[in-house]
């Protein structure tokens, strides 16, 4: 028994020597040649590897560094540089054979650039298939055994950047990228799962499955995935800055792409929204469910199915967008019948609409039919709105028109009754217009008119009260100040414009209702 246990020992010792000197007996370097020429042969793109190493107990090769040219017509910067680069390999085949069979490739802390020209092709589309046929005949790689069939591919912190050729718009970045790719083969689908932190904060995931490898544009390869982002800041990523869009955005989706188009949809979270540059944050969250189709090298879609929700506030939008120049063109119809006014209006501050300060709504429905229009950063609002039986609480409108409180006997209060009101309504970066308005207020009457909102938020309004029992009395009034202050006048050439025409019947009939 012990002289067993003696040959044991031995044995493991041997094993333990071969172990240790395989690395100084095997030189790794000598299967550099034909990796490199092989890598090439199969990217298309000029691969450098730099110095290998043979990892014995990890049964793996490890390179210094790997480096893969990006497509002339790009750039003549590399398309992918990475610290070190370990290959899994078959050690027997390699120890007695001298094979280099490629079980495993794992890439740490690589800087991949993605770059697309404006007819939509992308860098990545001479990778493999169309540029591996262009390649030429077999090299001497070819004979020399070399197998690259892969079971599991990773990468470990890396950096994914995406740009447009010639654009001045910020790259678009993501950090930490972590990916793993099981089963690998060109011409099967494969599974895969990334993971990334988004430039300006956030996390962003993908689980599911690519290929088969598109035989002629990589870029055009089919996939299916789960998409999860969350924490993603709009106004830290630099997302049509000029706009002043801002919130927290989360995402929770499925999406499918046959390498031209990609269908996607899901849910949509927004915190703090912010929709215009003059605004301010959104105090209620902004849910968005949606079904839309994306054209991947026009950067246009369509948007099939839009449904928002803010509260127990529910709108619908629909529409079309797509890239023009710097920036997004959209356009889009927005329709919300019977929206709870109150819920509504807490998205008011996020499209930089103000009201007077102190007051808010209480009770009452909504009703919007809108389009949005142009640029996002230049974008155009338009269309109707209308509320019902709401209540102004904190703005006392009786008393800013004490001019014609004082003519008619008004009585003041410290809220606002609002039976009805309708006007058709334009939002552009030069300013706000808002016209055809028609207020039917049971402690005044009826005012209608119209006037502007300036980006500086001063108004201009000019405005008719029909006041009465019967409403057959008619003063002019202007309003003006600010949004927050707004400041009611008497507007004196229309009134005298009126008695002229009257001959005094406007006054008398003012006076004539106090008595």
Do not use: C
Not at 218 to 227: I, L, N
């Amino acid at each position: 028994m012990k002289r067993m246990l003696l040959w044991i020992g031995v044995i493991v010792l041997l094993l333990l020597l071969i172990a240790f000197a395989l690395p100084f007996v095997v030189d790794a370097n000598r299967f550099r040649p034909e990796l490199e020429s092989e890598l090439t042969r199969v990217m298309a793109r000029d691969v450098k590897v730099g110095d290998l190493q043979l990892a014995i107990f990890s049964g793996g090769v490890t390179a210094a560094s790997l480096s893969v040219a990006d497509d002339p017509a790009f750039s003549r910067s590399a398309f992918l540089n990475t610290r070190s680069l370990t290959l899994g390999v078959d050690l027997w085949p390699l120890i007695f054979s001298h094979k280099l069979n490629v079980t495993r490739l794992v890439i740490d802390q690589p800087q991949i650039s993605l770059l697309q020209s404006a007819s939509g092709d992308w860098n990545i589309t001479s990778l493999g298939g169309k540029s591996a046929a262009r390649a030429g005949p077999a090299t001497a790689a070819d004979s020399a055994g070399l197998d690259l069939s892969v079971k599991l591919i990773r990468i470990t912190n890396g950096r994914l950047s995406f740009a447009e050729l010639g654009s001045r718009a910020k790259a678009r970045v993501l950090e930490d990228v972590n990916v793993e790719v099981r089963d690998f083969s060109p011409g099967s689908e494969f599974p895969f799962t990334l993971a990334a932190q988004l430039a300006g904060g956030g996390d962003f995931n993908l689980d599911g499955a690519a290929g088969p490898i598109h035989s002629t544009d990589s870029a055009q390869t089919p996939a299916h995935v789960k998409v999860r982002m969350s924490g993603f800041d709009l106004a830290a990523a630099g997302m049509e800055s000029s706009s002043g869009l801002a919130g927290i955005v989360s995402l929770d989706g499925t999406a499918s792409s046959n390498g031209r188009t990609l269908s996607l949809k899901g849910k949509i979270e927004a915190e703090k929204l912010k929709l215009s540059r003059n605004g301010t944050p959104a105090a209620e969250p902004v849910e968005f469910d949606f079904v839309l189709d994306h054209d991947m090298r026009r950067h246009s879609g369509n948007l099939h199915r839009g449904a928002i929700y803010i509260g127990s506030a529910s709108a619908s939008v629909t529409g079309t967008y797509g890239a023009q120049g710097e920036s997004t063109v959209v356009n889009m119809a927005l329709f919300g019948p019977e929206m709870p006014v109150p819920q509504l209006a807490a998205m008011l501050p996020a499209l930089g609409i103000v009201l007077p300060a102190g007051s808010s709504f209480e009770g009452g429905t909504a009703g919007v039919k809108l389009t949005f229009e142009g640029p996002v950063s230049a974008m155009v609002i338009s269309g109707a709105v209308g509320l019902n039986n709401t209540r102004l609480v904190g703005f006392d409108l009786e008393s800013k028109i004490s001019a014609i409180e004082k003519l008619a006997g008004l009585k003041t209060g410290p809220n606002t009754d609002i039976q009805s009101f309708a006007a058709n309504v334009r939002m552009a970066p030069e300013g706000s217009s808002v016209q055809d308005i028609k207020l039917v207020a049971p402690a005044i009457g009826e005012l209608s008119g119209g006037g502007t909102v300036s980006p500086a938020q001063a108004l201009d309004f000019k405005m008719l009260a029909a006041i009465g029992a019967k409403g057959d009395t008619s003063v002019p009034f202007r309003i003006q100040g600010t949004a927050a202050n707004p400041v009611f006048k008497l507007d004196m050439k229309a009134f005298a414009s009126d008695l002229g025409k009257t001959g005094g019947g406007l006054l008398k009939g003012l006076l004539g209702k106090k008595e």
